[in-house]
């Protein structure tokens, strides 16, 4: 049986005599040169215009992948390498278990954004942003006097301990102040609701024409206003799903920060240790799992590798929608000093270091007061 011919439709919206030809040639090419159907009622609305090669539509779609597909340096060329380029469009899950260092890794994401003078918004509805802005100043300080440089704790107790008055002190904080020109905290009386995070993303492209990088610190807090969704599961799937729309919506990376199972705690991270996991595991474009390095294996021994100033861990990829999954990216956290990723003085990192799940990473052990 011959197959039925698509109506062209003539003349449609938008389309020049020369492009109408130009259409009605495709469709001869596709369907053979006889039997085209031409009446212009068998075409509602101007139907055939929206499709994906009429006219200049494919033009315009490969515009808008110059966005979509835009890559932002993370700042460290390991992750850069095992990410194709950095971060993009699309929503990104950084999972851990507590004090694995998950804030202060995503804050050097966002301060690494507003250095490259790119808006980043940073929603907490765990710490307050008294105690972020701390942990900023504290790695700044490092940067300017190395060991010699300031706690979270020392920074918190700045007054007490008298620090307005010593040079490294004034040093880090002028530091801290370049490196957050394009970056702005969102406490938790808005960030604990869906809502009001979403009324500020869009106010900040809308309004302010801007294209931030979000994290959001951290997902499994955050509430709705549909008492429907009466689960965790089904709240934090109604969650991921407004987030990744919000993503393609305005060609954003977006970040969400998310804990873990209980039972994963000692365990290798996998996509089974993701709390709620479902609706993460298909709507998320990557998803990381931060670790110490040999956990899970016979010999690890967590208090002991919690010892050490400086602690060896791994940023797992799990998940990555458009490139490979299964690598690891091994990081050192230097936990006093806020430092994640920690590099060590005169050595250089190379794409080496980026090795498939299961191939390696080095050994290490360290200590911290309070971090996540």
């Known amino acids: 049986m011959r197959q039925r011919r698509p109506s062209v439709g003539y003349p449609l919206p938008l389309q020049t005599k020369e492009e109408n030809k130009y259409m009605e040639n495709l469709f001869l090419s596709a369907y053979g040169s006889s039997e085209i159907v031409t009446s212009v009622t068998e075409v509602s609305g101007g139907f055939l215009t929206q499709n994906v090669g009429w006219g200049q539509n494919l033009e315009s779609y490969l515009k808008s992948m110059e966005e979509f597909g835009k890559y932002t340096s993370t700042g460290n060329k390991q992750l850069d390498d095992a990410l194709e380029g950095g971060l993009r469009t699309g929503v990104s899950i950084i999972a851990a278990k507590p004090s694995c260092g998950k804030t202060t890794f995503s804050l050097f994401l966002a301060e690494m954004f507003s250095k490259t003078g790119r808006?980043?918004?940073?929603?907490?509805?765990?710490?307050?942003?008294?105690?972020?802005?701390?942990?900023?100043?504290?790695?700044?300080?490092?940067?300017?006097?190395?060991?010699?440089?300031?706690?979270?704790?020392?920074?918190?107790?700045?007054?007490e301990l008298e620090l307005k008055e010593k040079p490294d002190f004034h040093a880090a904080f002028d530091k801290y102040r370049q490196q957050t020109v394009n970056l702005r905290m969102v406490g938790a009386a808005i960030s604990m609701h869906l809502e009001k995070i979403e009324t500020v993303i869009k106010d900040a492209v809308e309004n302010h024409g801007l294209q931030p990088l979000v994290v959001i610190d951290y997902l499994q807090k955050i509430r709705i206003d549909e008492s429907s969704r009466s689960s965790d599961k089904e709240r934090v799937d109604f969650i991921i799903e407004e987030l990744k729309a919000l993503a393609n919506m305005y060609k954003l990376p977006i970040i969400a920060i998310s804990t873990i199972n209980r039972l994963s705690y000692n365990e290798p991270l996998t996509m089974k240790s993701l709390k709620e996991s479902g609706g993460l595991e298909y709507n998320a474009d990557l998803i990381f799992g931060l670790q110490h390095v040999g956990v899970g294996k016979p010999d690890f021994d967590l208090e002991k590798a919690k010892k050490g100033a400086i602690w060896d861990m791994e940023l797992v990829v799990l998940k990555n929608r458009l490139g490979e999954s299964d690598k690891r990216v091994p990081l050192k956290f230097y936990p006093k000093f806020n430092i994640f990723p920690y590099e060590e003085p005169n050595k250089g990192f190379t794409s080496e270091s980026v090795t498939p799940t299961g191939k390696g990473g080095n050994r290490g052990a360290g200590r911290n007061r309070r971090n996540r």
């Open 119 to 159: 808006q980043a918004i940073y929603f907490t509805n765990d710490m307050s942003v008294e105690e972020l802005i701390a942990k900023g100043i504290s790695r700044s300080s490092f940067e300017v006097a190395g060991e010699k440089g300031f706690s979270t704790m020392d920074v918190l107790r700045h007054h």
